[in-house]
């Protein structure tokens, strides 16, 4: 227990000393750890909205105006046999009319000179999740207009496939990003720790001679780095959150609201605790690296 409290005191009376090197490595570590936290929001939000286009996403058959009754039932029974085929709703020629009416808001005087109704009939499928890839919907698509009474099939899968590429292109541009500025915190963590350890050279050595360990003499420097990289991580978040909830206030929306598509949601549990314990782990990192270079020498 006495050695635990010696080595939490010296690691905070190391930081204490550090003064405006201790402030740089947690300031660099902050802007490093802001840097990816945005990259993060930012994909994490559109991966919320391509979910949940996903989730209403749908594959239109428009039918032949001249299909009968039989011809619509065993169109109906082929496609409900498909096991990408999630669930089905018909749209009668009257009733995708009125739809259309309903959307012009007010203009519907625009349709009063077209005499027949033109809208097709159509049946709206809803493709399971699994489904939902080029080559599955092109195959899938390709086998519906074939199909007997079935005028043209349509969706708008490239649309998904263009924001999953960005998103992708994001995630990987963030890790970049987040993974240079890292390597910078670790060196700035690293040399602030190194002149600590310089400046207690001596002390260090008398340790040495009376027989501390290893491990005795780099736990102090160990827990400042995590000290640290933690506080830095922290910050990072507690900013984020901050111009987060400054943005949405002054969209005058709350979260989720955003788009009216789910947008609008701050970091998950599981990436701000990630960025606390990596944050500890840069602090770690640069503090061994420093101490273990000066042990060797």
Do not use: C
């Amino acid at each position: 227990m006495d050695r635990l409290r010696y080595i939490v005191e010296d690691a905070l009376t190391n930081i204490r000393r550090s003064g405006w090197g201790g402030l740089a490595s947690i300031g660099t570590i902050a802007v490093s750890f802001i840097i990816v936290g945005i990259f993060l929001i930012i994909t994490g939000n559109l991966g919320a909205v391509v979910a949940e286009w996903k989730e209403q996403f749908q594959v239109t058959v428009f039918l032949e105006d001249g299909i009968t009754a039989e011809q619509l039932a065993l169109l109906k029974k082929r496609i409900q046999n498909e096991g990408a085929v999630k669930t089905m709703t018909y749209t009668s020629k009257a009733e995708a009319l009125q739809q259309f009416k309903r959307e012009l808001q007010g203009k519907e005087s625009l349709l009063e000179g077209l005499g027949e109704n033109p809208i097709p009939a159509s049946l709206q499928l809803r493709i399971h999740e699994t489904y939902q890839t080029p080559e599955a919907l092109k195959q899938l698509t390709g086998s519906l207009a074939r199909l007997e009474g079935v005028e043209d099939v349509m969706y708008g899968q490239e649309w998904v496939d263009r924001v999953s590429s960005v998103i992708r292109l994001l995630r990987l541009l963030g890790l970049s990003v987040g993974l240079a500025l890292g390597l910078a915190s670790l060196l700035i963590v690293s040399n602030t720790i190194r002149l600590t350890v310089y400046a207690r050279s001596e002390e260090i050595e008398i340790m040495r001679l009376v027989g501390a360990s290893r491990l005795h003499i780099r736990a102090p420097f160990l827990l400042e780095g995590m000290i640290q990289g933690t506080l830095g991580a922290s910050l990072a978040l507690l900013l984020l959150f901050g111009a987060f909830r400054a943005t949405l206030w002054q969209l005058q929306v709350t979260p989720g609201q955003v788009f009216g598509m789910g947008m609008g949601s701050f970091l998950e549990p599981r990436w701000a605790a990630l960025m606390i314990l990596a944050g500890a782990g840069v602090g770690a990192f640069g503090s061994l690296a420093s101490v273990g270079r000066f042990l060797r020498a």
